[in-house]
């Protein structure tokens, strides 16, 4: 039988490059399953058909160069079809939905990473989500460079990956001072040795999240 929700909650997961945020966030989708929740699993960049495509270019295509405000459109453009398509009608119908990335990663990239304006992110950001924001965010802190020692040994690094160390301590600096901003909402989660510590850190938090927002019949 399904557990009962008063809403639908929505998780974003976030963190440095290698952080274990895949990681987790999917154990968490297994264990939500296993017991009786409704939950929809998703990504950005990539969580539609039309995403896919936008994750392409934005990750993957090397050849393509891409001006900062270029990428920041490409990731709201994803965020926007995938607000549209996935999110906002399983919120309606009352599910979880964990998302691997969502507009936190955008301020901690685009703004803190490139240096782009605070102002003009927030603005795009809004015209895509419509003023939609995660329930809680579950930020994945590590060092930067064993976080990027463990993302380029599980797969070759994509364009974000390939940028200088300096842009990634910025963004993991950026992450910080934005769950500095938002404690309520933005829960920084320090990645242990192993895999259930970090694990056990994550779960308690959703299940916060969770408690507080059962249904009472």
């Known amino acids: ?7 639908g909650l929505f998780v974003t997961f976030e963190g440095p490059e290698g952080s274990g945020k895949s990681t987790h966030s999917k154990f968490l989708y297994e264990e939500l ?35 900062a405000i270029s990428e920041l459109f490409l990731f709201e453009a994803d965020r926007a079809q995938h607000l549209e ?7 309606a119908e009352g599910k979880i939905v964990l998302c691997d990335r969502f507009n936190t990663a955008t301020f901690a990239y685009q703004g803190y990473g490139l240096g782009m304006d605070m102002e003009t992110i927030e603005t795009v950001d809004l015209k895509a989500t419509g003023g939609i924001v995660p329930d809680l965010v579950i930020l994945m802190d590590i060092d930067v460079k064993i976080g990027l020692n463990r993302a380029n040994e599980n797969s070759g690094p994509d364009r974000m990956e390939k940028r200088e160390k300096d ?23 320090k990645v242990k040795e192993t895999i259930e510590d970090t694990y056990k850190l994550i779960k308690e938090e959703v299940d916060d999240l969770i408690e507080r927002n059962k249904r009472t019949e």
Request: aromatic share 6%; with cysteine.
């Open 167 to 189: 842009f990634h301590e910025r963004v993991r600096s950026g992450y910080l001072a934005l769950a500095e901003k938002s404690p309520g909402r933005i829960k920084v989660i």
């Open 1 to 7: 039988m399904a557990e009962k929700l008063s809403k």
């Open 33 to 67: 399953v296993s017991c009786g929740f409704e939950v929809v699993y998703t990504a950005e960049p990539g969580g539609t058909s039309l995403g896919s495509k936008i994750r392409n270019i934005l990750l993957e295509k090397n050849e393509i160069q891409l001006s």
């Open 85 to 91: 398509e996935v999110i906002n009608p399983s919120l």
